[in-house]
């Protein structure tokens, strides 16, 4: 199984006046209500418990491949600096961006950590989201970045999601390190990546591979540093530059190269010719004014791509995945079941997770989105500032 790639993305299988069957957290049977094979018509059996979602779309939940929910504090005194005029490197100079996350995080504790995260959590769930990838990357120091991968863990015990954990250690250098980057990557690799990897806190590595952060070398080292303990890279690549981000995320055979804002045909060339999955986070550009990702570049060039919210407190406070659907089609041009696609099965693949979720298929996680009665499945990007949403399951229990 692979994800989908140029017309596959567009091709969205559905079947109509439908009948679908969980069981425990599994999905156990689906079909036409007219085939003999529908097991309520056929064995009228009591212990079923049957729910009439006539009119209503019936979809895998969002796979969401990317985020920071994990975060100490918002950051709107940013949002204003924007509006005035700021751009995001120019905040992140005078203190703000990350290590204005850092800093707030530093100081909270992990109980209230876990709490904010929680409530986030829920919040995402409630939008039909079944799986997510949660990244660290505000502590930057060793003990808050375990910190956080710690929290991710107590979220993944408590809500029985399919969650995914990434350790960004790597997301920034700290102020003591601005003019030392040779220090504080010794840290990450011979002090963070080892107790890491000895804790078992995190499926992948990634890195902020951007000017004014981590070179396209240092991504390579830190990168492989991590393969070494079985942290498989996912990268952040060319948001603000092109960076060398895309490149040398296929060079470390990355899960997924991320953003994407800035490419040129070198770029959409190498990400094509490989397995690397581009995510493409249409909510961060929206929210920094930035032009959205070249996604019908991407596809026509056979790249395999996936939709994620990237949420985070300073350029992209809302993990509203029916929002970066929407946002999908509307800044992007991609059709909706190019977007849907993205959102679900190609966002499984950039969590390793094709196999557990992402598609509504026999053995399945009953991860599920019930609409609300809709006139068609391009209603739901197109009426982008209404909830749709009637009722989501996780794991086969509703939400």
Same mark, same amino acid.
């Given at each position: 199984?692979?994800?989908?790639?140029?017309?596959?993305?567009?091709?969205?299988?559905?079947?109509?006046? *439908?009948?679908?069957?969980?069981?425990?957290?599994?999905?156990?049977?689906?079909?036409?209500?007219?085939?003999?094979?529908?097991?309520?018509?056929?064995?009228?059996?009591?212990?079923?418990?049957?729910?009439?979602?006539? /009119?209503?779309?019936?979809?895998?939940?969002?796979?969401?491949?990317?985020?920071?929910?994990?975060?100490?504090?918002?950051?709107?005194?940013?949002?204003?600096?924007?509006?005035?005029?700021?751009?995001?490197?120019?905040?992140?100079?005078? !203190?703000?961006?990350?290590?204005?996350?850092?800093?707030?995080?530093?100081?909270?504790?992990?109980?209230?950590?876990?709490?904010?995260?929680?409530?986030?959590?829920?919040?995402?769930?409630?939008? !039909?989201?079944?799986?997510?990838?949660?990244?660290?990357?505000?502590?930057?120091?060793?003990?808050?970045?375990?910190?956080?991968?710690?929290?991710?863990?107590?979220?993944?015990?408590?809500?029985?999601?399919?969650?995914?954990?990434?350790?960004?250690?790597?997301?920034?250098?700290?102020?003591?390190?601005?003019?030392?980057?040779? *220090?504080?990557?010794? @840290?990450?690799?011979?002090?963070?990546?080892?107790?890491?990897?000895?804790?078992?806190?995190?499926?992948? @590595?990634?890195?902020?591979?951007?000017?004014?952060?981590?070179?396209?070398?240092?991504?390579?080292? &830190? /990168?492989?540093?991590?393969?070494?303990? !079985?942290?498989?890279?996912?990268?952040?690549?060319?948001?603000?530059?092109?960076?060398? /981000?895309?490149?040398?995320?296929?060079?470390?055979?990355?899960?997924?190269?991320?953003?994407?804002?800035?490419?040129?045909?070198?770029?959409?060339?190498?990400? *094509?010719?490989?397995?690397?999955?581009?995510?493409?986070?249409?909510?961060?550009?929206?929210?920094?004014?930035?032009?959205?990702?070249?996604?019908?570049?991407?596809?026509?060039? =056979?790249?395999?791509?996936?939709?994620?919210?990237?949420?985070?407190?300073?350029?992209?406070?809302?993990?509203?995945?029916?929002?970066?659907?929407?946002?999908?089609? &509307?800044?992007?041009?991609?059709?909706?079941?190019?977007?849907?696609?993205?959102?679900?099965?190609? =966002?499984?693949?950039?969590?390793?997770? *094709?196999?557990?979720?992402?598609?509504?298929?026999?053995?399945?996680?009953?991860?599920?989105?019930?609409?609300?009665?809709?006139?068609?499945?391009?209603?739901?990007?197109?009426?982008?500032?209404?909830?749709?949403?009637?009722?989501?399951?996780?794991? =086969?229990?509703?939400?």
């Amino acid at each position: 199984m692979q994800p989908l790639r140029n017309g596959d993305l567009a091709h969205l299988p559905f079947l109509e006046n *439908a009948w679908l069957m969980t069981e425990d957290s599994v999905i156990t049977g689906f079909g036409k209500m007219e085939d003999n094979s529908f097991p309520v018509l056929k064995n009228n059996d009591p212990l079923i418990e049957v729910t009439d979602v006539a /009119g209503s779309v019936v979809l895998p939940c969002w796979c969401d491949s990317h985020t920071h929910l994990v975060f100490a504090a918002s950051r709107e005194s940013e949002f204003v600096d924007k509006i005035r005029g700021l751009t995001y490197a120019q905040i992140a100079e005078k !203190g703000g961006g990350i290590l204005n996350s850092a800093r707030k995080l530093n100081d909270t504790s992990e109980d209230e950590l876990f709490a904010s995260s929680w409530k986030r959590l829920q919040e995402v769930r409630s939008m !039909g989201t079944g799986a997510i990838e949660i990244k660290s990357g505000y502590g930057l120091t060793t003990e808050s970045e375990l910190k956080m991968l710690r929290v991710i863990r107590k979220l993944k015990e408590k809500s029985g999601m399919l969650i995914k954990s990434t350790f960004l250690g790597a997301h920034t250098y700290p102020e003591a390190f601005k003019n030392d980057h040779e *220090a504080y990557i010794r @840290i990450l690799t011979e002090e963070m990546i080892p107790m890491i990897a000895a804790e078992k806190l995190a499926d992948y @590595i990634d890195v902020f591979c951007e000017t004014g952060f981590f070179s396209k070398e240092e991504t390579m080292r &830190i /990168g492989n540093a991590g393969l070494q303990y !079985g942290l498989r890279p996912k990268i952040h690549a060319n948001q603000l530059n092109l960076s060398g /981000g895309v490149q040398a995320g296929v060079a470390l055979k990355a899960l997924s190269v991320d953003h994407l804002e800035t490419m040129d045909d070198d770029a959409i060339d190498c990400l *094509a010719e490989s397995s690397t999955i581009g995510t493409l986070l249409p909510t961060a550009a929206f929210f920094l004014r930035m032009p959205f990702q070249p996604a019908r570049q991407l596809i026509d060039a =056979g790249c395999a791509i996936a939709l994620a919210s990237d949420y985070n407190p300073g350029s992209s406070p809302s993990g509203n995945m029916n929002l970066v659907v929407s946002m999908a089609c &509307i800044g992007m041009r991609m059709m909706p079941e190019e977007a849907i696609n993205a959102a679900t099965i190609n =966002g499984a693949f950039a969590m390793d997770a *094709a196999s557990e979720t992402g598609s509504i298929a026999i053995g399945k996680k009953a991860s599920l989105i019930i609409t609300k009665a809709v006139p068609s499945l391009a209603y739901l990007p197109y009426a982008f500032g209404s909830n749709l949403i009637s009722k989501v399951l996780i794991n =086969g229990e509703p939400v």
